[in-house]
């Protein structure tokens, strides 16, 4: 499975940014999907997580109300809609694919997303 990250970029606080997540490969046995962030000197944390299935949906504390995860399909794509951002969301944003038949998971290579104040 591969992963691409893209819409990252440079926004103002309180402006907002939609990222992509497409895949290919062989995603039949993937059963959840994410975003993660890694701020300068943090720990990779979970953003927002939402499974294959069904669509149900997760979210960190610090972005409930925020931000949206949402997945088409059809084609293969996550997205996550990013409203209202602040300083402290700028980070790398990665995506990551649980393989739920093999146990693996997979990671793009990530998306620079940068608030200014």
């Known amino acids: 499975v591969q992963l691409v990250e893209s819409g990252g970029g440079l926004v103002q606080a309180g402006g907002s940014l939609r990222l992509s997540c497409a895949a290919s490969g062989s995603t039949f046995s993937i059963v959840a999907t994410g975003w993660y962030r890694q701020a300068p000197g943090k720990q990779r944390e979970l953003v927002a997580v939402?499974?294959?299935?069904?669509?149900?949906?997760n979210y960190a504390d610090s972005v409930k109300g925020r931000f949206t995860i949402s997945r088409d399909n059809a084609k293969n794509t996550m997205y996550l809609e990013m409203n209202s951002l602040k300083p402290e969301d700028t980070a790398v944003y990665y995506c990551?694919?649980?393989?739920?038949?093999?146990?693996?998971?997979?990671w793009g290579k990530g998306t620079l997303v940068t608030v200014s104040s």
């Open positions: 990551n694919a649980l393989d739920g038949t093999h146990g693996m998971e997979y």
């Open positions: 939402i499974a294959s299935n069904g669509g149900s949906t």
